[in-house]
């Protein structure tokens, strides 16, 4: 092995692990101007997500992008990235760790491959693509869009070195490399392997070591997807026919159900199946019948209630309460025999189906646990890492962080949250290191092309399932290359790959093109990228233009091609039109004001508002009330039993004392005007309600949410109806009542999952959990009995469900179509419920009826802030993300951020995470000294302007006014681009660049001369 020089500087954070994790952190810590390691054992970046085709609700390869971002623009300049790399030994202490790394032979010239696979086509037989195995036999790359851009080579399974040599045209393959060791200093950790899956094999009576029929659940994407064996067709892996019944069972490896599986829920798992369950009958409707077997579908996540309801309404998805017990293939049969009990009953049922899935949950990999344990990390019994009451990411060893499914169960969100959270903590232990941009180096020259007859490339996505296997993206090129002063027209596969992006920019450069038309995915997420190709070929970022023929073609006619294909040749025949009449615009920019002003002074309020200041941003911290703590101070304990009021006491005098955070509470926000990085928010205070306004560059959105009371089980009615909040209150302070109690009933879902608040509250079952649990402690005697729907304890909460129904807690299962009834009688409160195990009514008299009635949004409040900040919010009144897995807590809004409950229902501990998460997200912002304002902006043809002062009394934010050569100008710095002005203009002298008239006119043409022919 080759040995480099040991790295000196200790100003570096070391990321682990280069799954979404991973990347989500080394970018947030990149974008701040931290430097960043990032190493994964993987030939590229990426983890389980490249082998994923589909997430819910939205489609998988936005998620995809993420990776190659690492190496791209001023981010490479921040970011080392080493694949192929294992930490092999961790020394030291916060601010100076020292690294020992082993990176393995790739026997690949990264600097010579071009990535054109033909070592890989040389070699098919070998080549395979098996989830949970390491499928480099002897060559792959692992996905289109893989980083680094580059092809690994496995020697030991390969028969013919030498042939495989001579493929490679560029002779990048090296057999004689022989990997290096290396040591590197830092000063903070993020620990992010990772989670492996849990494997079946050794459960007979699942029958997934013998029966090709019974897949897990990421063999079934794998079958589904159009990269994947069988091209995305759907056959039985035992004879290749399509399937017609095909069934999900739940919880494979997860709550301690079968041998060798953890106590913990995987979190995941249902959403999992309700995905694959949907795609599947999304793509063969009636011909493929599809059932979920389930114990409880925790669908707790942020819309995920509506997605299940989705899945059972519209798309016919059937789910079983049941724990099948077996499954067989009797002999001479073809099918396979699924033996379960249903809802209580004692009677078996046998049902037949052609293939059989198994949502199989996380767990610690054990090479992880080794490395955790050399690097002295607390680990529970289960492999995941102990961590403190309210910091999810902090472990025992100071300096070292964790997030993603290392640190428990979770899906992508909550990973991508954690993500930016644990960047939060680790930029604090690091200096922010400076690179002054050059441009030149980042991009060539641009070319001018101001003059040249407009020559236009269009480029076609095909993006496997969610283009190209509903339009014929033929048909589109071919009707391209009739268009005039159309060049080029070619499908490039998966546009945003690096491959097909090299495709794009060596045909640019070879053909001339100075206009690029891009058929394929939504322009807000993919404009940036496709914009960085045009500088990297020389051409003005502006001349390009995006048929977005996913979103409004392919998706919203997923059921009619012809109609989605004529429809994306439409969308790019306009686009095209456009293309010609584009210009090369100019970008605007302005000095970046680093004040944050956060909204809302409860826990999450304070916490990102505490780590802003901590990095030196002036914070203002605005309070509707009087007081700083918000739900959280009429909270005893959490779950695990932290004290929540010594929490939100400490937390508070550090606000207070913060000499970068003003307090301002009774704050009404009454106006707001301004752009990102230069905002301006007037507010009255106090009793007075005197006006005051504050500049500042991001804004943070922490107005958390309200406990819900809705009229119901006789609560304010009868003194024995109280909430989760008002019987914790009551263990507390009146214990001696407690212990007085014989029974005790508890009803879930109260003024949660029904119409008029259709999702889910996500607190409400840890809450009875923990109070059941409590009341045993004062009152073993008592019997308690929780009637609920389904038990949402997700991740780590289901040890303490487990808990209580060992110490006797009776948990009772109720539908919406037979639910719990409730009358006072002498004193106490009936309760008649059905019991589906002894199939009759039961009445418990009870001392306490509790109501779990969870959290819900203060519609007022934030309508109120949602228009004044012009933010969208969700149909329960939270407020609406950007994008729900890659931004998810950043809002629409450029400069806006969300955290807390003021985005979802969530515990402390998850409103502290997602508080960090916004503050990292705000600090890649603050991090720059210059707000780059685009192009988007509103000019006036003075020529043409009549004075006539329409623009002025149209725009909503008081830009235009009329100078002193008497014509309107509009301050490019101030203006938002709204395009109000332009409309209004009777003169047309004023036009919206990237939007003007002879863009959309040409759009519009091209549009009607179609439809009048």
């Known amino acids: 092995m080759q040995n480099t020089n040991r790295l000196q500087s200790s100003n570096k954070v070391l990321v682990i692990g280069g799954g979404l994790g991973g990347i989500r952190t080394a970018l947030d810590l990149a974008e701040a101007e931290k430097d960043v ?9 990426g983890g389980l997500m490249t082998q994923l085709d589909r997430t819910f609700p939205t489609n998988n390869c936005d998620l995809c992008t993420l990776a190659p971002h690492l190496s791209e623009g001023s981010r490479q300049k921040h970011i080392e990235l080493l694949s192929l790399t294992s930490v092999t030994d961790v020394k030291g202490e916060k601010g100076n760790f020292t690294v020992s790394l082993k990176t393995a032979p790739r026997y690949i010239n990264l600097d010579k491959c071009t990535a054109c696979g033909a070592c890989y086509k040389a070699f098919p037989e070998c080549v395979t693509f098996t989830p949970g195995l ?5 060559t792959c790359m692992r996905y289109p869009q893989s980083t680094p851009q580059a092809y690994a080579v496995d020697l030991a399974k390969c028969s013919d070195v030498e042939a495989l040599m001579k493929v490679c045209p560029t002779g990048a393959i090296v057999p004689d490399d022989l990997g290096r060791n290396q040591e590197v200093k830092c000063g903070a950790i993020v620990f992010s392997p990772g989670a492996a899956l849990f494997d079946p094999s050794h459960l007979d009576y699942l029958a997934y070591a013998t029966n090709p029929d019974v897949v897990t659940a990421l063999e079934y994407e794998r079958i589904l997807s159009a990269s994947g064996p069988t091209m995305g067709k759907l056959t039985r892996p035992s004879n290749g026919e399509q399937p017609k019944k095909i069934a999900w069972i739940q919880c494979i490896g997860s709550r301690g159900l079968q041998k060798g599986s953890g106590e913990y829920c995987s979190s995941a798992c249902c959403m999992f199946a309700l995905k694959e369950a949907m795609v599947t009958r999304e793509r063969f409707g009636d011909d493929i019948e599809t059932t979920i077997f389930y114990m409880d579908m925790r669908t707790f996540g942020k819309d995920y209630e509506l997605y299940l309801q989705r899945a059972v309404n519209e798309f016919g998805v059937r789910l079983v309460h049941s724990r099948p017990h077996s499954i067989l293939q009797p002999e001479g049969e073809t099918k396979l025999k699924l033996s379960y009990t249903n809802d209580g009953s004692t009677q078996q049922h046998d049902e037949d189906f052609d293939m059989v899935v198994l949502s199989t949950g996380f767990k610690v990999a054990d ?55 644990a960047a939060c903590l680790a930029s604090g232990d690091v200096a922010s290191v400076k690179v002054e941009e050059d441009t030149e180096d980042l991009f060539p020259a641009e070319r001018e092309v101001t003059g040249e007859e407009p020559k236009v490339g269009v480029f076609i996505c095909d993006c496997g399932e969610n283009i190209g296997s509903t339009v ?32 794009i920019k060596s045909a640019i450069e070879e053909e001339g093109i100075n206009r690029v038309v891009i058929g394929g995915c939504s322009p807000r997420t993919h404009q940036e990228k496709f914009q960085d190709l045009l500088k990297s070929a020389g051409l003005n970022k502006y001349l390009l233009e995006i048929a977005n023929i996913r979103e409004q073609a392919t998706w919203v006619h997923s059921g009619d091609p012809a109609k989605a294909t004529a429809k994306a040749c439409e969308l790019i025949r306009m686009a095209t039109a456009a293309a010609v009449k584009a210009q090369p615009l100019a970008d605007y920019t302005l000095p970046m004001n680093k004040d944050v002003l956060v909204v809302g002074g409860g826990v999450t309020g304070m916490t990102t508002a505490l780590e802003l200041a901590d990095k030196g941003s002036k914070v203002y911290l605005a309070e509707k009330t009087k007081e700083l703590g918000g739900v959280a101070n009429k909270l005893k304990k959490t779950l695990e039993g932290a004290n929540v009021q010594e929490f939100v006491a400490d937390l508070v005098a550090k606000t207070k004392a913060h000499e970068n955070i003003e307090v301002i509470t009774s704050a009404l926000i009454v106006d707001h005007i301004g752009m990102p990085g230069m905002f301006k928010t007037g507010m009255q205070v106090g009793r007075q309600m005197f006006y005051r306004q504050i500049e500042h560059g991001v804004t943070i959105m922490a107005t958390g949410a309200k406990p819900n009371r809705p009229k119901a089980y006789m609560l304010d009615e009868c003194d024995k109806v109280v909430t989760q909040i008002e019987i914790q209150n009551l263990i507390e302070e009146q214990p001696d009542v407690v212990k007085g109690w014989d029974n005790v009933v508890m009803i879930q879902c109260v003024g949660s999952r029904i119409p008029d608040n259709p999702n889910c509250s996500r607190i409400c079952c840890q809450n009875a959990v923990k109070n059941s649990l409590r009341i045993l402690e004062l009152n073993p005697n008592a019997r308690i009995f929780v009637l609920y729907r389904d038990m949402r304890t997700y991740g780590r909460q289901e040890e303490y469900y487990r808990k209580a129904r060992a110490k006797g807690v009776m948990f009772v299962r109720y539908d919406l179509d037979n639910t719990p009834q409730v009358d006072a009688v002498d004193g106490l409160v009936d309760v008649t419920y059905h019991d589906p195990i002894l199939g009759m009514k039961v009445t418990v008299s009870a001392d306490c009826l509790c109501l779990s009635t969870g959290l819900i949004a203060d519609h007022d409040s934030n309508e109120e802030l949602a228009m004044t900040f012009k933010l969208p919010r969700t149909v329960d009144g939270y407020f609406l993300e950007d994008h729900v897995k890659l931004r998810p807590v950043d809002l629409p809004v450029p400069g806006f951020f969300v955290a807390g409950t003021a985005h979802s229902p969530k515990t402390i501990r998850e409103s502290v995470t997602q508080a960090r998460a916004a503050a990292s997200r705000a600090q890649t912002m603050l991090a720059r000294d210059v707000i780059n304002l685009g192009a988007r902006v509103a000019r006036v043809d003075k020529k043409k302007c009549a004075t006539c002062l329409v623009c002025v009394r149209a725009c909503p934010f008081d830009i235009p006014f009329i100078n002193a050569d008497r014509y309107s100008e509009i301050d490019p710095a101030k203006c938002h681009g709204c395009g109000a002005c332009v409309s209004e203009c009777p003169a047309k002298a004023i036009q919206l660049m990237e939007f003007e008239d002879d863009r959309i006119l040409a759009k519009l043409e091209e549009l009607f001369e179609k439809v009048e022919a």
Do not use: W
């Open 367 to 421: 090479d992880v646990k080794v490395l955790a344990g050399k690097m002295g990390i607390d680990l529970h019994s289960d492999g995941f890492p102990k961590t403190e009451g309210f910091n999810a990411h902090a472990t025992s060893v100071p300096g070292i962080y964790v997030c993603g499914t290392f640190e428990a169960p979770k899906d992508i969100p909550e990973t991508m949250v954690q993500a930016s959270a």
């Open 37 to 45: 390691i990032l190493v994964d054992k993987a030939p590229a970046i």
């Open 472 to 503: 014929n993206v033929e048909t589109l090129v071919e009707d391209a290359l009739k268009l005039s002063n159309v060049a080029v027209a070619k499908a490039v596969g998966h546009g945003c790959s690096r491959e097909s992006m090299a495709i």
């Open 134 to 138: 390491d499928h480099r036999a002897p």
